[in-house]
């Protein structure tokens, strides 16, 4: 007799498992939910809310951890519930007629419910649909002279020397495996300060022109929270405006996104790029940035987006200490709530720095380390500096996991 121990991580991996001693079809998809596991941590909510919650649960073959005195007095409480997912869709049946919060509890499970295990996306940008089936990797392309990593390409070139030096970069990264693009001419860099808007259309509007004649299928998102910017580059071929303000600097952004039906990353920063490293502070930091995205999505919901041109980004290095930016990595399976899928930029930043001891143009082993990892967590999106390094070792991470 042979015992081996199982992770299940989703359904996709119950289903493998089930096929492999046997399981008939019909089977397959009666159990497979039933293998795989959640909890959810409910926050706020009167205890006898939390034990009406408890009991349908232990009537499920299931449970949820409440404190103490939850059990015997009328108090605001937190629980946590968990079970497998059949478990937990069931509960879901059992609370979406009761009264209170009991009603939007059920609502809201239902739909993370559903958007936790989600294995495909689809992002729609301008003429683009791209099926986000595996993790993806995003190029960057800095137009600047003060980039945090070196990499600014207004140092090596200028005029006509500098489009013909970004092609060769695109030229590069696309055969190197990268399946967007995202350029920026304005650093944000800690510290840094705005350059004027004209600057910052000279240095773009002639290279994404350029980029779009060129390569005419690959995603070219560009990095900017000016509206006048926004628009230039949206006439000139731009799929994707990648804003780090989330459009709260530039709101008028949300037309030119209707208009040219782009993709929109939203991305969680706190106060401004000159200031942001000053002493930021959080109480929790991933749900206080989860709460950041629920009001802009909601926002964008209410404006009619499609759901499908956005994606969200929750700005490492942007407002955070190196451990908030290392609990926010390893909670990211989190922000899969919102299903939506998950751009992070982790290349080169200084949190690598701070625990390796490398300066920026040396921290590429720890930019693949931390990619990686925050696949796991459920990434879909990487942007990076060093993309046939971070695509190899992004590809071998696949096969293993598929394996």
Not at 196 to 202: D, R, T, V, W, Y
């Amino acid at each position: 007799m042979i015992i081996t121990p199982l992770r299940i991580e989703n359904e996709k991996n119950a289903k493998g498992l089930l096929s492999s001693v046997g399981v008939s079809c019909e089977g397959i998809d009666i159990l497979s939910p039933k293998c795989v596991y959640s909890a959810f941590r409910i926050e706020g909510i009167k205890s006898w809310e939390a034990n009406i919650i408890k009991q349908h649960l232990l009537s499920l073959g299931s449970d949820s951890a409440v404190e103490r005195s939850a059990l015997v007095k009328n108090i605001k409480t937190d629980t946590v519930i968990f079970g497998s997912i059949t478990q937990l869709k069931k509960l879901c049946e059992k609370l979406k007629n009761q009264p209170f919060t009991l009603k939007e509890i059920s609502q809201s499970l239902s739909l993370y419910l559903d958007n936790l295990f989600k294995q495909e996306f689809i992002l729609r940008a301008r003429d683009k649909t791209i099926k986000i089936k595996k993790p993806l990797i995003c190029g960057i392309i800095n137009l600047t002279t003060d980039s945090f990593s070196g990499d600014g390409l207004l140092i090596e070139a200028s005029g006509r020397k500098l489009k013909d030096l970004v092609l060769r970069k695109i030229e590069e990264m696309v055969t190197s495996g990268a399946a967007m693009i995202d350029m920026g001419a304005e650093s944000s860099r800690p510290y840094s300060k705005p350059i004027m808007e004209k600057e910052e259309i000279a240095r773009l509007a002639p290279v994404i022109c350029a980029a779009r004649k060129r390569f005419k299928e690959i995603l070219i998102s560009v990095d900017t929270n000016k509206l006048n910017v926004a628009k230039v580059v949206a006439e000139e071929g731009a799929d994707i405006i990648n804003d780090i303000t989330a459009l709260r600097k530039s709101p008028g952004i949300i037309n030119l996104i209707k208009k040219h039906k782009l993709g929109v990353i939203l991305m969680h920063m706190k106060a401004s790029p000159l200031t942001m490293q000053v002493n930021p502070k959080y109480k929790k930091v991933t749900e206080e940035i989860i709460s950041f995205f629920k009001e802009r999505i909601s926002m964008l919901n209410k404006e009619k987006i499609n759901p499908e041109q956005i994606l969200i980004d929750p700005g490492i290095g942007f407002g955070k200490t190196t451990q908030d930016n290392l609990k926010i990595i390893n909670e990211l399976y989190k922000f899969k709530i919102f299903g939506l899928p998950i751009f992070i930029g982790l290349s080169r930043k200084s949190f690598i720095g701070k625990i390796t001891g490398k300066k920026a143009d040396q921290r590429l082993y720890g930019t693949i380390a931390s990619g990686i990892i925050a696949v796991l967590r459920g990434a879909n999106i990487l942007r990076v500096h060093d993309v046939k390094e971070n695509k190899q070792a992004l590809d071998l991470a696949a096969s293993i996991i598929n394996n």
